[in-house]
Nanobody, 123 residues
Framework: QVQLVESGGGLVQAGGSLRLSCAAS????????MGWYRQAPGKQRETVAT???????NYADSVKGRFSISRDNAKNTVYLQMNSLKPDDTAVYYC?????????????????WGQGTQVTVSS
């Protein structure tokens, strides 16, 4: 019904930069909040950054000033620009979208997740 496809992960040295992309496709009415989450080995998944449909963003304290989230509503795509990367940023990064769907009689909102993309920061 709705697919989220992430790209842009990889291996980078500490201090380097990466840009993640996540494109939504399928049949839906609109996308509300989109966000990036990450999960490091042995740790719980945590919120990295979120952005509403009108561009209001929030960041985890650990990435403020280094990461920037943005979105292109026309392309149903969310981005995460990651600068000054640290080894502690190493994790699988997941895209999430709150998607509004029309089901013939009513609207409903459902969360969708991407498959995840590995980000590894070497020291």
């Amino acid at each position: 019904q709705v697919q989220l496809v992430e790209s842009g992960g990889g291996l980078v040295q500490a201090g380097g930069s990466l840009r993640l992309s996540c494109a939504a496709s399928g049949t839906f009415f609109s996308i509300n909040t989109m966000g990036w989450y990450r999960q490091a080995p042995g740790k719980q998944r945590e919120t990295v950054a979120t952005i509403t449909s009108d561009g209001n963003s929030n960041y985890a304290d650990s990435v403020k000033g280094r990461f920037s989230i943005s979105r292109d509503n026309a392309k149903n795509t969310v981005y995460l620009q990651m600068n000054s990367l640290k080894p502690d940023d190493t994790a699988v990064y997941y895209c999430n979208a709150a998607v509004r769907i029309w089901d013939s009689l009513y609207y409903y909102t459902r969360d969708f997740w991407g498959q995840g993309t590995q980000v590894t920061v070497s020291s």
